[in-house]
T-cell receptor, first 111, second 111 residues
Framework: DAGVIQSPRHEVTEMGQEVTLRCKPI?????LFWYRQTMMRGLELLIY????????DSGMPEDRFSAKMPNASFSTLKIQPSEPRDSAVYFC?????????FGNGTRLTVT | SQQGEEDPQALSIQEGENATMNCSYK?????LQWYRQNSGRGLVHLIL?????REKHSGRLRVTLDTSKKSSSLLITASRAADTASYFC???????????FGGGTRLMVKP
């Protein structure tokens, strides 16, 4: 089992640029979660999917953020345009039943 | 916003000593989970305790849950330098795998 795979591991971009983060969940898992981790706010749930359908996106900060899950094996989190305050580590996690299985995250730096 | 509060925020002990971390939450839960995060990595599940359970053990880990006080504790016995990490509690309020994480406790175990 390869676990949850996220790419890229690190992303450095300039303010105003579009950023796309990618996630491959564990095969067979029907829940997928996107979390953001910062020193100031800790771990925040942004959005989660069940069977590829977004269930709760109330944690998405603003319209600059969007997430898709076109199929059971792939999800993206897009930020357009990016801002310095979006700098954080973004985690993807998947599950069938509890607990959650996390990827190693994407560290995003927006300058 | 974070549901749980963890105490202490940081803990430094010597190898062989026991480490106790506490977690408090605000609203009723279906279960409470503890996760570990090594620097630069994703979270790894340690143990899950259901709302009708009071204590659970896994190896050197012991978790207690007091639903009347809305609190939980994680005890790591005979700590090792490799236990150095951040530890997070997470609460599941609706049985939909949607977790709310606490702020974490940074544990340092000195050899």
């Amino acid at each position: 089992d390869a676990g949850v795979i996220q790419s890229p591991r690190h992303e450095v971009t300039e303010m105003g640029q579009e950023v796309t983060l990618r996630c491959k969940p564990i095969s067979g898992h029907d829940y997928l979660f996107w979390y953001r981790q910062t020193m100031m706010r800790g771990l925040e749930l942004l959005i989660y999917f069940n069977n590829n359908v977004p269930i709760d996106d109330s944690g998405m900060p603003e319209d600059r953020f969007s997430a898709k899950m076109p199929n059971a094996s792939f999800s993206t989190l897009k930020i357009q345009p990016s801002e310095p305050r979006d700098s954080a580590v973004y985690f993807c996690a998947s599950s069938l039943v509890p607990p959650l299985h996390f990827g190693n995250g994407t560290r995003l730096t927006v300058t | 916003s974070q549901q749980g509060e963890e105490d202490p925020q940081a803990l430094s002990i010597q190898e062989g000593e026991n480490a106790t971390m506490n977690c408090s939450y605000k609203t009723s839960i279906n279960n409470l989970q503890w996760y570990r995060q090594n620097s630069g990595r994703g979270l790894v599940h340690l143990i899950l305790i259901r709302s009708n359970e009071r204590e659970k053990h896994s190896g050197r880990l012991r978790v207690t849950l007091d639903t009347s006080k809305k609190s939980s504790s994680l005890l790591i016995t005979a700590s090792r330098a490799a236990d150095t990490a951040s530890y997070f509690c997470a609460t599941d309020h609706n049985a939909g795998n949607m977790l709310t994480f606490g702020g974490g406790t940074r544990l340092m175990v000195k050899p």
